[in-house]
Antibody, heavy 114, light 110 residues
């Protein structure tokens, strides 16, 4: 069974940093691209980043470009999201999702507050 | 980044059929597959259909998808109370090199 489990969310002040992790199991992680998607309170789903299976390419939404960095460790079956210079508008539940968003984790809540 | 366009809400009666639409352009829906997701409060999104009309294992045949030009559609037949949820479409945009989502349609089953 495919499982994705996010961790690392929490409370942080504006300008602060957090690193989210997503641990994958139940499939051959190393051959799948991965995404991070978020949902702010009362809003819809927003794609924020994508990484290819070999880390050869990464893409970002304009809203996070230059502040967030996606990475992965295929030996650890994990994908990460380093979030710097956090803003109030980054407050959201962050999900990792496989490839063409066919499997999702439960999400982890990030709250940026002053 | 421009996203896909979905009507924000729809209401239908029990056992009726709902057709949800999603409009994009020639850089996303027109050339790439469209995924449809169901999102209930407190749960992760669930894939209902991918690459226009393929259902993952375990998804009811009541859910069917199609595409015409730059518009994708999800039809839900025989609506049940459990179908009440937010529905999102998504596609890869080759011009933006980004995944785009629709704003979501909140489906109410009366």
């Amino acid at each position: 069974e495919v499982q994705l489990v996010e961790s690392g969310g929490g409370l942080v002040q504006p300008g602060g940093s957090l690193r989210l992790s997503c641990a994958a199991s139940g499939f051959n992680f190393g051959i799948y691209s991965m995404n991070w998607v978020r949902q702010a309170p009362g809003k819809g789903l927003e794609w924020i980043s994508y990484i290819t299976s070999s880390s050869s390419a990464t893409y970002y939404a304009d809203s996070v470009k230059g502040r967030f960095t996606i990475s992965r460790d295929n030996a650890k079956n994990s994908v990460y999201l380093q979030m710097n210079s956090l803003r109030a508008e980054d407050t959201a539940v962050y999900f990792c999702a496989r490839a063409d968003v066919d499997h999702w984790g439960q999400g982890t809540l990030v709250t940026v507050f002053s | 980044q421009a996203g896909l366009t979905q009507p924000p809400s729809m209401s239908k009666g029990l056992r009726q059929t709902a057709t949800l639409t999603c409009t994009g352009n020639s850089n996303n829906i027109g050339v790439q597959g469209t995924s449809w997701l169901q999102h209930r409060q407190g749960h992760p999104p669930k894939l209902l259909s991918y690459t226009n009309n393929n259902r993952p294992s375990g998804i009811s045949e009541r859910f069917s998808a199609s595409r015409s030009g730059n518009t994708a559609s999800l039809t839900i037949a025989g609506l049940q109370p459990d179908d009440e949820a937010d529905y999102y479409c998504s596609s890869w945009d080759t011009s933006l090199t980004a995944r785009v989502f629709g704003g979501g349609t909140k489906l109410t089953v009366l």
